[in-house]
């Protein structure tokens, strides 16, 4: 059976590639500069991933500032294990 196409993501922490559908959309929110979890994909612009096990490993770095086009100014990101 042919699968399709399977979207493919890098991790800004241990920067492995994996499927999109295993790691966790970061969003950027505009008016303050916070990275936020975005597990619906729903926040508009620029997105990063990173895999679960890497999220308390997160911090603002020159990765994050790159993936953000320097306009992330903190990193807000629960540490809650990756439900589904």
């Known amino acids: 059976m042919k699968r399709g196409?399977?979207?493919v993501r890098?991790?800004?922490v241990c920067m492995r590639k994996?499927?999109?559908v295993e790691l966790v959309r970061l969003g950027l929110d505009?008016?303050?500069g916070r990275?936020?979890?975005d597990r619906q994909a729903k926040m508009k612009g620029r997105?990063?991933?990173a895999c679960c096990e890497?999220?308390?490993?997160?911090?603002?770095?020159?990765?994050?500032?790159r993936?953000?086009?320097n306009r992330a100014r903190e990193v807000c990101v629960l540490n809650v294990p990756h439900l589904e």
Not at 54 to 64: G, V
Request: hydrophobic share 40%.
């Open 5 to 7: 196409h399977v979207p």
């Open 10 to 12: 890098t991790c800004l």
């Open 18 to 20: 994996r499927p999109r």
């Open 30 to 32: 505009a008016e303050n």
């Open 35 to 37: 990275v936020l979890e």
């Open 47 to 49: 997105g990063a991933y």
């Open 54 to 65: 890497c999220l308390s490993a997160l911090r603002l770095d020159r990765r994050m500032q």
């Open 67 to 69: 993936a953000f086009r």
